[in-house]
Every structure is written in C-alpha cells, then in structure tokens.
C-alpha cells in the first residue's frame, strides 16, 4: 500500500513528508485510514539527546480514522469502522489484566521507542529501508497506521472523525487524570498548573466532576481566559508572587487535589505546598530534571501520584467524553486548530511557543 509520512530523520531535523509503503496489518492488526491526528509535546521527545528512539521514525500517537483492512485473529473490529488509536499495551500483564493498560509492564517499550517487540517494521521508505512505525503502536503522522485492535477504540459514524484523536492521549491524560486517577469528587477543590492541552482536558473534566473550586494556573493570558470558560473558577498567573498562598486562600486553606502539567520542579514545589493536609498531586508533565523539595513538605498526609494516560482504559473513557461533548459538557474540539499533515513543522512551532493549544493534522490529499 502506498501512501505518505512525515519522517524523523535525525534528531534536529525537521519532519519530512515523504512516500512510504505500508505492509498487510498482521495478526491481531488493523491498518487505519487517518482522518486527522493530534500533535503532542511527547511526539518531540525522540529530539531529546539520548532519548531511546530508534530513528528514522514516524511519530504521531492521537490517530483516528477508518478502518481499511484488518488483519487475521481480528474479529471485533470490522473493515469500514471508525476508531480512535490510543497507547498500545500487552493485556496479559498485572496491571493490564487489574484494568490499569497505563501501567503496562511493557508501556515503555511499546510505546516510546517506536519499534516493534516482534515483528519487522511494516512500514519501509522509498527505498525499501524499514521506518520504526510503532510509535505509541500506531505512528500516525501518516496517510495510513497499522495498529494494534488493542489500541482501536471503536466510534459512533456521525461523529467528527478527524477531531477525535486526542482523545487518545492528551485529553485523555487530562480527563484521566481528575475522573480515575485522582477521583475528584462533587463539592472538592482542584488547582490545575498548565492550562494546555492537557490542563485545559482536567479542568472540563474537574467542571464535570462537580469540583466547586477549580484554580487554573498559566502564564499566558489568554489560556487563562480559555480556562474559565471551560469552568476554571479562579485563573490565577504562574508567575505572580506567593503563588501557593494565593491558592490555598482561594480554597479556604488549600485543594484536594491537585495537577501538574509542566514537568517544572518550582511549580511541582508550589502545587505540594498549595494543598491542604491529605491532598494529592498528580503529575503528568515529562521532565528530567530533579524535584527539590524539604523532607516535611509532604506532612500532614500529603500525596504524589506519577500518572500516564489518565491511569484510563480507553475503550471505556474515550467513549463517555464523545457523550460528554454531546451533551455541550466536554468541547474538547475548542482546544484544537488544524494543519494539513504538510505543515506538519509549522504545527510543532505553534505546539512549542504556546500558539496553538492542540494541532491537529490532517493527511487527506497528501
Ligand atoms: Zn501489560
Ligand atoms: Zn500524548
């Protein structure tokens, strides 16, 4: 199958758009028609010095498209349905089979090296060389993705397919977040730090979820903005003085729960010093760099929970946020610009300086 990808060929370079070849989706496969993908900070990591990355790659994990062939063992998807590709995961391990995929045994492997635990690549360059095309068990900057039935979650046929792919990863990871990981609860209080893609997915799903004080924190105005209209009660600059105390004063004496976004060790050290005594702080910003805090910070039965993807099963989260923005309770779609697939280099600027909330790339044409 011919089609086209954008390539990551080194580290600094930008992405290529250039013809590849797709082979037969394998046992338990499906090869995906994308409709749109999402772009997200962690498609950006294979540029990072060291990262674990085979290159040449093809990146891109918030595919959605239609199914246009389905490989042998398949037998709950069928050719012609409209999926949603979300992070791959074994289903055999503990966590798996306990209903945390998230927290697959093998999610790294899986996910962030873009090669295959088994087989060959399936994807190869115009001469013949194979690409890593398993990035997140889909690499979807691309005309078509061969993934996993595991990662498809199927969708209703009248819905804006090319919209939905984030919901298999950053605004999954958001909504996640506040609904599994942290369980926020009715009549509680939230202070989300990053009011991005993610952010911006917690604190609709936290609107949702009855939180009666929802803190949003950002440095750009215009996100804080955004936040309050997507039911943020308090939009507060990361960058005014005494950040933590302003907080836990808007919050009578600090929030429940809290999440970071950011991955940056000062504001990790505001948000555990603006919760109240037995809050937790989720994390969910990638960063290599050390958290500082004092052996006391986390008295009075403080909480730090690492969390990835929401901690979701998305076969089962993916579905209630299309009801939810069915129902005008989750417009997930506000967050989101589209970019043809070409523009791909244009899209990660945007992503990078803050212009665009969510890209989303559409590779119909190319
Ligand atoms: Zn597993
Ligand atoms: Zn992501």
């Not at 808007?250 to 809050?279: E, H």
Request: include cysteine; glycine fraction near 12%; proline fraction near 6%.
């Amino acid at each position: 199958m011919e089609g086209h990808a954008a390539v990551l060929r080194h580290r600094t370079a930008p992405f290529a758009l250039e013809p590849v070849q797709f082979a037969e989706p394998g046992p338990g496969q499906v090869l995906v028609e994308i409709a749109g993908t999402g772009f997200c900070h962690t498609d950006v990591l294979p540029r990072q010095d060291g990262f674990p990355a085979s290159l040449p790659l093809i990146a891109g994990h918030e595919g959605a498209g239609v199914v246009t062939a389905v490989g042998p063992g398949v037998d709950d998807i069928s050719l012609g349905a409209h999926v949603v590709l979300s992070f791959d995961s074994c289903g055999r391990c503990q966590n798996c089979i306990s209903g945390h995929p998230a927290y697959c045994e093998t999610f790294f492997a899986r996910n962030l090296t873009g090669r295959t635990l088994l087989a060959p690549s399936l994807v190869t360059d115009a001469e013949g060389v194979p690409l890593a095309s398993r990035w997140f068990g889909q690499s979807s900057f691309a005309t078509h993705a061969i993934a996993e039935a595991r990662n498809a979650v199927v969708v209703d046929k009248d819905l804006p397919l090319h919209l939905l792919g984030p919901l298999g990863c950053g605004i999954q990871t958001g909504a996640g977040s506040i609904l599994i990981a942290l369980g926020v609860e009715a009549g509680s209080s939230v202070a989300v730090f990053g009011a991005g893609g993610v952010g911006l997915a917690a604190i609709m799903a936290a609107h949702v979820a009855g939180a009666a004080a929802i803190v949003a924190v950002d440095l750009h105005e215009s996100r804080l903005a955004l936040a309050r209209e997507l039911g943020a009660t308090h939009a507060v600059r990361g960058d005014s003085a005494e950040l933590a105390k302003q907080i836990r004063k808007l919050s009578r004496g600090g929030v429940q729960y809290a999440l970071d976004t950011t991955g940056v060790p000062a504001v990790i050290a505001d948000a555990v010093d603006a919760l109240r005594p037995t809050g937790t702080l989720g994390l969910v910003g990638a960063g290599s760099r050390e958290l500082v805090f004092g052996p006391s910070a986390l008295a009075g039965g403080k909480n730090l929970m690492g969390i990835l993807e929401g901690d979701a099963v998305p076969q089962l989260l993916v579905p209630q946020l299309i009801e939810l923005w069915r129902q005008d309770k989750f417009p997930f779609d506000k967050l989101i610009r589209t970019y043809p697939l070409s523009a791909i280099n244009e899209a990660e600027r945007h992503a990078a300086n803050g212009t665009t909330i969510k890209p989303v790339l559409i590779p119909q044409g190319e």
